[in-house]
């Protein structure tokens, strides 16, 4: 579903920082070679979470769902000195073409790649985090965020996509499919919980912020 007029959106693009290089040629690459190429994050919401890591300034970021590395790069983009982010997915074709993005940013010793399922990795990850980007299997949206709310640090953020799923969200409730539940269910697991305030903003498919107490 597209949710902004085109022409709108092409303008807020022109009018956002410019994609470095390397990011052009890896949403083009995207575009043309992988299976459901929509699923990148794109020039405005890359630039959106760049901003984001920019202002919280993390030392560690975890990413559940790392599909060909577009997010991962933005967000490492913000990294404070010495930081890592950790990106997890258990895809068996893509880690090649991430590393290859990766090599080209010369973000190499900033990003690790996790290949096995997050909620096995996750335990693993040093303590505390400071921005948690999901945009992994979206029935395991609540699983994910009961995994990680308990390790964040104070003023640390969690960040959930598609959290309208093309309007799905809005669906009477017996039209709900597994996905589209799940979806709902963490969005009112998030905006119940008393530990962290959040807000939803309508950028592509949704973008769930919550800034930890």
């Known amino acids: 579903m597209q949710f902004l007029d085109p022409a709108l959106d092409a ?3 022109e009018h956002s920082g410019t994609e470095p290089a390397y990011l052009q040629e890896l949403a083009a690459e995207t575009r043309e070679k992988v299976h459901m190429p929509q699923m990148i994050s794109g020039h405005l919401q890359g630039r959106f979470l760049s901003l984001l890591s920019h202002l919280l300034k993390p030392k560690t970021i975890v990413e ?8 991962a790069l933005c967000l490492a983009e913000g ?5 890592m982010l950790h990106t997890i997915d258990i895809d068996p074709y893509l880690p090649e073409m991430v590393h ?13 790649m996790h290949h096995r399922p997050a909620l096995e990795v996750i335990p693993t990850l040093p303590e505390p985090f400071d921005l948690v980007f999901i945009d992994a299997d ?6 994910y965020y009961d995994a990680v709310i308990g390790r964040m640090r104070p003023g640390g953020l969690i960040i959930a996509d598609n959290v309208l799923w093309s309007g799905d969200a809005l669906r009477p409730v017996k039209e709900h499919d597994d996905q589209t539940r799940a979806l709902v269910e963490y969005a009112n697991l ?3 919980d008393p530990r962290v305030e959040p807000v939803i903003v309508p950028l592509r498919d949704g ?4 800034r930890v107490k």
């Open 79 to 83: 990294l404070a000195e010495g930081g």
């Open 190 to 192: 998030v905006h119940n």
């Open 11 to 13: 303008y807020c693009e």
């Open 138 to 143: 979206k029935q395991n949206y609540p699983n």
């Open 207 to 210: 973008l769930m912020l919550a």
């Open 64 to 71: 559940i769902g790392t599909f060909t590395g577009y997010s």
């Open 100 to 112: 290859r993005y990766i090599e080209k940013a010369g973000v190499q010793d900033r990003i690790t």
